[in-house]
């Protein structure tokens, strides 16, 4: 299914953070629009993720980080009324993986939190390092993707948005693959779904 119609079929005001957008005239805002454009047009997403001939990386990363980060926040944003400190007492992905955060600020230590402060949390900073640190941000938003899909897909599959959640992950897997950026380690919650929606991707 092609990305078209996500962010109409999420409802308006669910989302989690504010949505971030680049500025008109940037070439950051003209690499944006290039990236939607192949998106809504409904091509392969494989294909889509290739950087553009003649096109920086580091841009074209910048773009996808400030895209995902305005997914994931729709996604979370839809079910987060479902993840409350009851329901979701720890931040993880089933009992073998479980998230502590550290900032380096006001966390310097690993520390356990409800799964809802912990993206609070994580919202807050990604907002502060949305420039400069895409590795890491990218590898700390697909655990929100372990969050829901292991805890929420019922919420999500309740509201019929699995096969918009499932694309979203898509474009995000095949994204930080082709170039890289998010470990094995922190993919491998999800690598058993992963190789039945991306079978045309090495896990």
Same mark, same amino acid.
């Given at each position: 299914?092609?990305?078209?119609?996500?962010?109409?079929?999420?409802?308006?005001?669910?989302?989690?953070?504010?949505?971030?957008?680049?500025?008109?005239?940037?070439?950051?805002?003209?690499?944006?629009?290039?990236?939607?454009?192949?998106?809504?047009?409904?091509?392969?997403?494989?294909?889509?993720?290739?950087?553009?001939?003649?096109?920086?990386?580091?841009?074209?990363?910048?773009?996808?980080?400030?895209?995902?980060?305005?997914?994931?926040?729709?996604?979370?944003?839809?079910?987060?009324?479902?993840?409350?400190?009851?329901?979701?007492?720890?931040?993880? %992905?089933?009992?073998?993986?479980?998230?502590?955060?550290?900032?380096?600020?006001?966390?310097?230590?690993?520390?356990?939190?409800?799964?809802?402060?912990?993206?609070?949390?994580?919202?807050?900073?990604?907002?502060?390092?949305?420039?400069?640190?895409?590795?890491?941000?990218?590898?700390?938003?697909?655990?929100?993707?372990?969050?829901?899909?292991?805890?929420?897909?019922?919420?999500?599959?309740?509201?019929?948005?699995?096969?918009?959640?499932?694309?979203?992950?898509?474009?995000?897997?095949?994204?930080?693959?082709?170039?890289?950026?998010? %470990?094995?380690?922190?993919?491998?919650?999800?690598?058993?779904?992963?190789?039945?929606?991306?079978?045309?991707?090495?896990?």
């Amino acid at each position: 299914m092609a990305l078209n119609g996500f962010l109409d079929f999420f409802q308006k005001g669910k989302t989690f953070r504010p949505k971030k957008k680049f500025a008109h005239g940037t070439i950051r805002y003209s690499l944006y629009k290039q990236a939607q454009a192949s998106l809504n047009s409904g091509i392969n997403l494989r294909a889509a993720v290739k950087l553009p001939h003649g096109e920086d990386l580091n841009d074209w990363i910048a773009v996808h980080v400030v895209d995902f980060f305005n997914r994931i926040n729709l996604i979370y944003g839809t079910i987060s009324e479902y993840c409350t400190e009851q329901s979701c007492p720890t931040m993880s %992905g089933g009992p073998r993986f479980e998230y502590l955060w550290a900032d380096g600020d006001k966390f310097k230590k690993p520390t356990p939190l409800p799964a809802r402060t912990y993206i609070s949390h994580l919202m807050d900073w990604i907002e502060m390092q949305i420039n400069n640190q895409d590795f890491k941000i990218l590898a700390r938003l697909h655990r929100v993707f372990v969050h829901v899909y292991i805890h929420h897909f019922h919420n999500v599959v309740a509201i019929a948005a699995e096969a918009h959640v499932n694309t979203c992950y898509k474009h995000f897997y095949y994204f930080v693959t082709e170039f890289d950026l998010v %470990g094995h380690k922190e993919l491998e919650p999800l690598a058993e779904m992963a190789v039945k929606i991306c079978k045309d991707h090495p896990i």
